[in-house]
């Protein structure tokens, strides 16, 4: 057994992308593992061919501090999503109360504060093939394309992390392991392998859901392999609570999910919200500005700011959605069912407020006056149809995928 661990508490802020950091209630408890919040949606600079270690203002061979090891004037503290990947990368890397601070290529600082600690060397020193499997796989284990945060348990063999269980994260959702730092053949060695409890407690963006980063990472065992038959087990106390080594990775990170959560959305992002049913994005028609314009389903487009939304809390599981190009609120217009979806000027009225939760490795957005789903009609696949709100029947026509963006 390791040592005392700190439980973290998962309170997400929105200071420059940070996706959470220690909460008032954050005590310390006899375990040795870890509870954790992922939201990193997508790793910049990351592609099929080249690793973080390449082109992106990266030294393994220098410490973090340094200006050779994370360059301020190119690479990821150039953009904003490439300083929501260093968040991440800090977060990883160092421990709590350890924090780098770097300016952008404009003399623009921020503060990167540590958390988890799995590479604390790579504070002021070189980052060598343990550090970067080490960062890798937490880096990994945080990844959620829908840029929702949600809280995860995690065991590892890493001293920083270490092994346990909580009754609270009962389903092993995988494991993550591989070198996100360097190419093999031409790819990025990132892999996971499916918990037993893969296809339980699905958290949209994450393992098991529709779109999910599976699509980003490789089985190496085959489509649909546990770990469980192909990973080497905890042993002794900790057996059960993980794995030791997986495909010659000898630092993986396993995670486990909680059985319910309540999701919690990232103002750095903007959100695509894409029906499950046809496949078309929510879509303010013609990008207008204007009062009472409707809310349609249209082909889905990455650059269209009509179809990019923030998401913002207003009260407790209540959030407001408002259409990045207009700055107005998605509303619904009435307690019937097929009633309209438009926008409006925010007024803080019920009809202005939806409740959003997970349905299936999905989300249902509830309508806070009528208490009506948003939905595309049943059977209406086409671009151009207007959405509304009818009774939830939990229909995949009333289910939506988020995809979150960094505008």
Same mark, same amino acid.
């Given at each position: 057994?390791?040592?005392?661990?700190?439980?973290?508490?998962?309170?997400?802020?929105?200071?420059?992308?940070?996706?959470?950091?220690?909460?008032?209630?954050?005590?310390?408890?006899?375990?040795?593992?870890?509870? !954790?919040?992922?939201?990193?949606?997508?790793?910049?600079?990351?592609?099929?061919?080249?690793?973080?270690?390449?082109?992106?203002?990266?030294?393994?061979?220098?410490?973090?501090?340094?200006?050779?090891?994370?360059?301020?004037?190119?690479?990821?503290?150039?953009?904003?999503?490439?300083?929501?990947?260093?968040?991440?990368?800090?977060?990883?890397?160092?421990?709590?109360?350890? !924090?780098?601070?770097?300016?952008?290529?404009?003399?623009?600082?921020?503060?990167?504060?540590?958390?988890?600690?799995?590479?604390?060397?790579?504070?002021?020193?070189?980052?060598?093939?343990?550090?970067?499997?080490?960062?890798?796989?937490?880096?990994?284990?945080?990844?959620?394309?829908?840029?929702?945060?949600?809280?995860?348990?995690?065991?590892?063999?890493?001293?920083?992390?270490?092994?346990?269980?909580?009754?609270?994260?009962?389903?092993?959702?995988?494991?993550?392991?591989?070198?996100?730092?360097?190419?093999?053949?031409?790819?990025?060695?990132?892999?996971?392998?499916?918990?037993?409890?893969?296809?339980?407690?699905?958290?949209?963006?994450?393992?098991?859901?529709?779109?999910?980063?599976?699509?980003?990472?490789?089985?190496?065992?085959?489509?649909?392999?546990?770990?469980?038959?192909?990973?080497?087990?905890?042993?002794?106390?900790?057996?059960?609570?993980?794995?030791?080594?997986?495909?010659?990775?000898?630092?993986?990170?396993?995670?486990?999910?909680?059985?319910?959560?309540?999701?919690?959305?990232?103002?750095?992002?903007?959100?695509?919200?894409?029906?499950?049913?046809?496949?078309?994005?929510?879509?303010?028609?013609?990008?207008?500005?204007?009062?009472?314009?409707?809310?349609?389903?249209?082909?889905?487009?990455?650059?269209?700011?009509?179809?990019?939304?923030?998401?913002?809390?207003?009260?407790? !599981?209540?959030?407001?959605?408002?259409?990045?190009?207009?700055?107005?609120?998605?509303?619904?217009?009435?307690?019937?069912?097929?009633?309209?979806?438009?926008?409006?000027?925010?007024?803080?009225?019920?009809?202005?407020?939806?409740?959003?939760?997970?349905?299936?490795?999905?989300?249902?957005?509830?309508?806070?006056?009528?208490?009506?789903?948003?939905?595309?009609?049943?059977?209406?696949?086409?671009?151009?149809?207007?959405?509304?709100?009818?009774?939830?029947?939990?229909?995949?026509?009333?289910?939506?995928?988020?995809?979150?963006?960094?505008?």
């Amino acid at each position: 057994m390791l040592g005392p661990r700190m439980l973290l508490g998962a309170v997400v802020v929105s200071a420059i992308g940070l996706g959470c950091q220690p909460g008032g209630d954050t005590s310390e408890v006899a375990t040795d593992d870890l509870v !954790s919040v992922n939201g990193l949606s997508m790793v910049n600079g990351l592609s099929l061919t080249n690793g973080l270690g390449t082109g992106n203002g990266l030294s393994m061979l220098n410490g973090l501090t340094t200006s050779t090891g994370l360059s301020s004037s190119s690479g990821l503290m150039t953009t904003t999503s490439g300083r929501i990947t260093v968040s991440y990368l800090v977060r990883c890397a160092l421990p709590l109360g350890h !924090s780098i601070t770097k300016k952008d290529q404009s003399g623009n600082s921020y503060m990167f504060p540590g958390q988890i600690g799995v590479a604390p060397n790579w504070e002021n020193g070189a980052c060598d093939t343990a550090c970067q499997e080490s960062v890798s796989a937490c880096m990994m284990a945080h990844l959620n394309v829908a840029g929702v945060h949600v809280p995860i348990w995690l065991d590892s063999p890493i001293s920083a992390i270490g092994f346990g269980s909580s009754s609270s994260y009962p389903n092993e959702e995988g494991t993550f392991f591989g070198n996100l730092f360097i190419t093999s053949n031409g790819k990025i060695p990132a892999y996971y392998c499916e918990g037993n409890g893969f296809a339980r407690g699905i958290v949209p963006g994450r393992l098991g859901a529709t779109t999910s980063a599976a699509g980003i990472f490789t089985n190496p065992f085959g489509s649909g392999a546990l770990c469980s038959a192909h990973c080497s087990a905890a042993s002794g106390s900790s057996k059960g609570q993980g794995y030791s080594s997986c495909n010659g990775y000898s630092r993986p990170i396993t995670v486990w999910r909680a059985a319910s959560y309540r999701p919690v959305f990232d103002p750095v992002y903007a959100y695509r919200f894409i029906n499950s049913s046809s496949g078309l994005a929510m879509d303010v028609t013609s990008a207008s500005t204007a009062n009472g314009a409707a809310v349609i389903e249209y082909v889905p487009s990455t650059t269209k700011t009509n179809q990019q939304f923030r998401i913002a809390l207003t009260a407790s !599981s209540t959030w407001k959605i408002t259409a990045l190009h207009s700055g107005k609120a998605i509303v619904g217009t009435g307690s019937s069912d097929g009633s309209d979806v438009e926008q409006d000027t925010y007024s803080g009225s019920s009809s202005d407020q939806w409740g959003i939760d997970d349905h299936n490795g999905h989300f249902k957005l509830i309508n806070k006056s009528s208490a009506d789903a948003l939905e595309i009609p049943s059977g209406k696949k086409s671009s151009g149809t207007a959405l509304d709100t009818s009774t939830y029947t939990g229909s995949s026509n009333q289910d939506w995928d988020l995809f979150a963006i960094v505008p």
